[in-house]
């Protein structure tokens, strides 16, 4: 225990989200009469689908919202199930796919399953930052791995190979990541798998912005990794692509050996996934729903193409094309050389709020700002006014 605070010590250890702090100061911004363009928002604009929010109608209706087995609706796992057979083409038996409380809660499942005290998890650095919380609230040791343009801003097998030790247990990566978009090219990622395979590790790949790539058809780690996928862990969500953040519906797949121990985990630390967003999210891959979906894609790739160069002509460096998610994460270094005080000043100067890079780890983060591009094209572009005036007039 922390004897000055009466906590356990883990909890010093957890690191606030920054990006909160800026939200509340343009609130208040805004209370006060300013008009803040809001690029800091890591969650899509769009509504939940139609087609989705009838089908919660529907089971409303009926009434009957129990718990559900803490695994999650058959209906719903065979339908997870076979979307990676239509969309990723790669084959997964529904009894390795388990329902969780959104991403979030697959991610605690999975470092519960894997990581014993004192154990190490490798992560790039800058990354997803409640990757690095969920490993120290079970007591292992996240271990941030500095990455940077030349590997995409991702790991690599070589990366993963010199930072291994005889205490590391396992891997972790976002493809597409938060808060880059850039996403493990697709024989990195087998060679990737292949190192940590090598190792006696484990390989968790969080894909959940795999369902919003701009480049070439997404590749799942299932399609790559050949024998070695039966031995993966995959997370992802109904939040970004399905536009289902508030529902907290994600899921895991896990080798079919974890799954009786995975369960045992979920009836004990949430009980069961949310039955009304499970009712809803069976709608999620109706055709009409995907239809919808794809058009969003569209709008968020146009906005990629029209922000990047935009950022570039500012004189921001995004060496790497963001190829998914709704992030772009610059270089502000030759405007400032403290990006949170950067993030305040243009903040308070251009009323435009983005997030300072520390948020996403150490690694250079004083240099770094993320935008998201959660907002509609006609915002962005007067976002993008508002800085080039902002920065022109410093
Ligand atoms: C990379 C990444 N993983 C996981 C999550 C958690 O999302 P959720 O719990 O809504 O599925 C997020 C949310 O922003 C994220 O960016």
Avoid at 66 to 94: D, K, N
Wanted: aromatic letters at 8%; glycine letters at 8%; charged letters at 20%.
């Amino acid at each position: 225990m922390d004897t000055q605070s009466g906590t356990a010590r883990r909890v010093g250890d957890i690191a606030p989200f920054h990006v909160m702090e800026v939200q509340t100061a343009a609130r208040a911004l805004e209370a006060a009469g300013r008009s803040v363009v809001h690029m800091e928002i890591g969650e899509p604009d769009f509504p939940t689908p139609a087609p989705v929010l009838a089908a919660a109608r529907d089971a409303l209706t009926d009434g009957g919202i129990y718990y559900t087995s803490a695994l999650g609706i058959p209906e719903l796992r065979q339908a997870i199930a076979r979307h990676y057979a239509e969309r990723f083409g790669v084959a997964i038996a529904p009894e390795r796919v388990i329902v969780t409380a959104g991403s979030s809660a697959a991610l605690l499942l999975v470092m519960a399953l894997l990581v014993d005290r004192d154990e190490q998890i490798v992560l790039s650095d800058p990354g997803y930052p409640c990757n690095r919380h969920f490993v120290r609230v079970l007591e292992g040791e996240p271990v941030g791995v500095p990455v940077g343009p030349d590997t995409n801003y991702q790991l690599s097998a070589g990366l993963i190979e010199r930072n291994w030790t005889a205490r590391t247990r396992g891997v972790l990566i976002a493809s597409p990541s938060n808060p880059t978009g850039t996403t493990v090219p697709p024989d990195e990622m087998r060679a990737i798998a292949a190192t940590v395979a090598r190792q006696g590790g484990r390989l968790i790949v969080d894909e959940i912005y795999l369902g919003l790539s701009y480049g070439s058809e997404p590749l799942s780690v299932l399609s790559l990794a050949g024998a070695a996928a039966d031995d993966l862990f995959v997370v992802s969500s109904f939040s970004k692509y399905f536009n289902m953040t508030g529902w907290r519906l994600g899921w895991t797949i896990v080798p079919e050996r974890h799954v009786r121990d995975v369960e045992k985990l979920a009836q004990n630390l949430y009980i069961s996934p949310p039955t009304l967003s499970q009712r809803a999210a069976l709608a999620c891959f109706l055709p009409e729903t995907l239809a919808i979906l794809e058009q969003r894609r569209q709008a968020f790739r146009d906005r990629r193409d029209f922000l990047v160069p935009a950022l570039r002509g500012l004189g921001f460096g995004i060496p790497v094309l963001p190829s998914g998610g709704f992030f772009v994460y610059a270089d502000s270094s030759r405007f400032s050389p403290d990006s949170e005080r950067f993030c305040r000043d243009v903040l308070e100067g251009a009323g435009v709020a983005i997030t300072p890079g520390v948020d996403f780890g150490a690694h250079r983060a004083s240099e770094h700002v993320r935008f998201a591009y959660t907002i509609e094209m006609a915002k962005l572009e007067d976002g993008v006014a508002r800085l080039a005036r902002y920065l022109a007039g410093r």
